[in-house]
T-cell receptor, first 114, second 112 residues
């Protein structure tokens, strides 16, 4: 079991460039999440997906889009990167409703926008 | 609006000490309160969690104390070790909402 994997581990973008962060889980979890972590701000939810094919906005969705076409994958897109999006991005997944709050996190993607 | 307030921001203790990290919440619909541990360069990992039907839960050296009337919960680390040095996050979720709301984190340093 690889758990939750994220690619890439590191990325440097120039302002205005676009990219997609990839997340995969092999635990057959229904729910998946994208967070960003900034110093002193904790973990803030960007988007989440309760099940394959559904997505919803979290606390800080502006400037991002997501896609959940397959149960095991959750993609986070940056359409036009801005320096304010420099952050560490974590993907997580959780079990169906009975254990829905136990989220398992990936290792993170460190993104720098110059 | 910050729904989960965590303190202190940072904490330094000597080996063997008992660091205590506190969290307070506002939403009375919350019914699940986990703590996550994060080492540098890694993703957070679930450490221990509690539901409000109990006032205390222990797992090894880690204990959660829960005060429903005060809407507060805390993490105690017994006999702390340098290997416990990490950032700790409290969180809360509840009702039909399976999303976690996180505190801002506490950086714990345990000196040898």
């Amino acid at each position: 079991n690889a758990g939750v994997t994220q690619t890439p581990k590191f990325q440097v973008l120039k302002t205005g460039q676009s990219m997609t962060l990839q997340c995969a889980q092999d635990m057959n979890h229904n729910s998946m999440y994208w967070y960003r972590q900034d110093p002193g701000m904790g973990l803030r939810l960007i988007y989440y997906s309760a099940s394959e094919g559904t997505t919803d906005k979290g606390e800080v969705p502006d400037g991002y889009n997501v896609s959940r076409l397959k149960k095991q994958n959750f993609l986070l897109g940056l359409e036009s990167a801005a320096p304010s999006q420099t952050s560490v991005y974590f993907c997580a997944s959780s079990a169906p409703r009975g254990g829905a709050y136990e989220q398992y996190f990936g290792p993170g993607t460190r993104l720098t926008v110059t | 609006q910050q729904q989960v307030k965590q303190s202190p921001q940072s904490l330094i203790v000597q080996k063997g000490g008992i660091p205590i990290i506190n969290c307070a919440y506002e939403n009375t619909a919350f019914d699940y309160f986990p703590w996550y541990q994060q080492f540098p360069g890694k993703g957070p990992a679930l450490l221990i969690a509690i539901r409000p039907d109990v006032s205390e839960k222990k797992e090894g050296r880690f204990t959660i104390s829960f005060n429903k009337s005060a809407k507060q919960f805390s993490l105690h680390i017994m006999d702390s070790q340098p290997g416990d040095s990490a950032t700790y996050f409290c969180a809360a979720a509840g009702g039909s909402n399976y999303k976690l709301t996180f505190g801002k984190g506490t950086l714990l340093t345990v000196n040898p």
